[in-house]
């Protein structure tokens, strides 16, 4: 865990950290993507930075998927912090996860995945 290693991760909007979600029995789990850096938010200010080739095989399938449906960047005006935790985009990846921006991804992870990234 790093506590703000990169530019990518101090892009990082701060105020997004791992919520649970009981109804899937998950988290939703925010990530940062910049060119080939992958920011995860494991927790409040902790962060698991990963390139294309260590990014876990289980992210890398979610992030398939997530790209998969055509991306409709909505305007959040200053909710972002809010509004990032509920999908906009398609109600399928209610379950998968969504992009939040061109940047911001919102991960669907269980207990057992989020744990793994935290180490």
Known sequence: MVSY???SAV???HNLTPVSTPSLNAWRVPMWVNEDEYTVCTGQNKYRMYDAE???DFIKASVSMIHAFPF???TYEGRLHME???NHQDERLDDIGW???WNLYMLILNQQQLEKLDG
């Open 5 to 7: 290693p990169s530019q």
């Open 11 to 13: 892009n990082f909007p």
């Open 54 to 56: 260590t990014l876990p």
């Open 72 to 74: 409709h960047a909505p």
């Open 84 to 86: 990032a935790y509920t």
């Open 99 to 101: 992009r939040v921006t």
